[in-house]
């Protein structure tokens, strides 16, 4: 669920947790995953589209040797300090995993936990931890700002609509490709919060069921996650790597980081869109007919307000 910010989104607008996030994504995850792993090995191994580059051998005895440096050098205090942050990291963990405080609050804790019992507790030692964020942070402002004028407006809607009109399988597959081709130019949070919030508001007016609306929540959710590899401003950790001050230094440029991906959209894009249309469905039917997942009772309340106020 905290994968990828549009996830956290999506779950919170479909009432989902952890494990039943991560339940309903398997029809398109596993296969995603397994196929995604497939790729990484073949392009080390065939050494395609610039991958395959091997660690020279001084390279490697010149960081073999500083490591043992730093570890005869290493106190008693640094070693606990690696205990603290191990200790910090199974919180974060298990504070996700059972949802035991809003994920904010639990990110917030970690940062608080990470400094103050690692010593770090001056204001400018922690200021330089986010310079490099800055203009990324920027970005999503501006993304952000764009995402409620658009909600506010109901720009989408006519594509929404549009979508919504058809049936079946054809209605997933039709979401997930709207959503990757926008997440391929666009944010894939800015995209995934405008069609999640259309797509309940059609479940509140009654257009669409609460069956309907979790299949379209997936669809939603992996059209922005995989199709939005293609380029760096589709997703979040390309253009954070993209503006960082480590992109000249090794001579990362935008196309190059389209190039390289681009196995990785084809792959991802197409196995996405084929467990979308043919094991989606069926498979979370299979899931609610043996008590994996059970069914979400839409809000008529909610649904009466909002008719209301239209």
Same mark, same amino acid.
């Given at each position: 669920?905290?994968?990828e910010?549009q996830?956290?989104?999506?779950?919170d607008?479909?009432?989902?947790?952890f494990g039943?996030?991560?339940?309903?994504m398997l029809?398109v995850t596993?296969?995603?995953f397994?196929?995604?792993l497939i790729t990484?090995a073949?392009?080390e191994?065939?050494?395609?589209f610039?991958?395959?580059?091997?660690?020279p051998?001084?390279?490697?005895?010149?960081?073999?040797?500083?490591?043992?440096e730093?570890?005869?050098?290493?106190?008693?205090q640094?070693?606990a300090?690696l205990y603290v942050?191990?200790?910090i990291?199974?919180?974060?963990?298990v #504070?996700? =995993? +059972?949802?035991? /405080?809003?994920?904010?609050?639990i990110? &917030?804790? %970690?940062?608080?936990?990470?400094?103050?019992?690692?010593g770090?507790i001056?204001?400018h030692?922690? #200021?330089? =931890? +986010?310079?490099e /964020?800055?203009?990324?942070?920027?970005? &999503?402002a %501006?993304?952000?700002?764009?995402?409620a004028v658009?909600i506010?407006?109901?720009?989408?809607?006519?594509?929404?609509?549009a979508?919504l009109a058809?049936e079946g399988?054809?209605? &997933?597959?039709?979401?997930?490709?709207?959503?990757?081709?926008l997440?391929?130019?666009?944010d894939n949070?800015f995209?995934?919060t405008v069609y999640i919030?259309?797509?309940?508001a059609?479940l &509140?007016?009654g257009?669409i069921t609460r069956?309907?609306?979790d299949?379209?929540a997936v669809a939603i959710?992996?059209?922005?996650n995989?199709?939005?590899?293609?380029t760096p401003?589709g997703?979040?950790a390309f253009?954070?790597?993209?503006?960082?001050?480590?992109a000249?230094?090794i001579?990362?440029?935008?196309?190059t980081?389209?190039y390289?991906?681009?196995p990785?959209?084809?792959v991802?894009?197409?196995?996405?869109?084929f467990?979308?249309s043919?094991?989606l469905?069926?498979m979370?039917m299979?899931?609610y007919d043996i008590?994996m997942?059970?069914?979400?009772?839409?809000?008529?309340?909610?649904?009466?307000v909002?008719?209301?106020q239209?």
């Amino acid at each position: 669920m905290v994968g990828e910010p549009q996830n956290l989104i999506i779950a919170d607008q479909a009432g989902w947790l952890f494990g039943e996030f991560i339940i309903r994504m398997l029809p398109v995850t596993l296969p995603v995953f397994i196929c995604g792993l497939i790729t990484c090995a073949l392009v080390e191994k065939f050494k395609v589209f610039g991958y395959g580059a091997e660690l020279p051998e001084h390279v490697r005895n010149i960081l073999v040797d500083y490591d043992n440096e730093q570890k005869k050098q290493r106190t008693n205090q640094d070693v606990a300090k690696l205990y603290v942050q191990g200790a910090i990291a199974i919180w974060l963990i298990v #504070g996700l =995993a +059972f949802h035991l /405080a809003a994920v904010g609050l639990i990110g &917030l804790s %970690v940062i608080i936990l990470a400094t103050a019992f690692t010593g770090v507790i001056e204001e400018h030692a922690l #200021g330089k =931890a +986010f310079e490099e /964020a800055l203009p990324f942070t920027a970005l &999503l402002a %501006v993304f952000f700002g764009v995402v409620a004028v658009i909600i506010d407006q109901h720009l989408f809607a006519p594509i929404i609509n549009a979508v919504l009109a058809m049936e079946g399988g054809q209605q &997933l597959s039709m979401f997930y490709v709207a959503n990757g081709l926008l997440s391929m130019v666009s944010d894939n949070v800015f995209v995934g919060t405008v069609y999640i919030h259309e797509v309940k508001a059609a479940l &509140l007016d009654g257009v669409i069921t609460r069956d309907q609306f979790d299949l379209l929540a997936v669809a939603i959710n992996t059209g922005t996650n995989l199709p939005s590899v293609a380029t760096p401003n589709g997703q979040a950790a390309f253009l954070f790597l993209l503006t960082s001050a480590l992109a000249p230094l090794i001579r990362l440029s935008y196309g190059t980081m389209v190039y390289m991906a681009l196995p990785y959209t084809i792959v991802l894009a197409v196995v996405g869109l084929f467990g979308i249309s043919y094991l989606l469905d069926p498979m979370t039917m299979w899931m609610y007919d043996i008590g994996m997942i059970s069914h979400h009772v839409a809000d008529a309340a909610a649904g009466a307000v909002s008719a209301g106020q239209h």
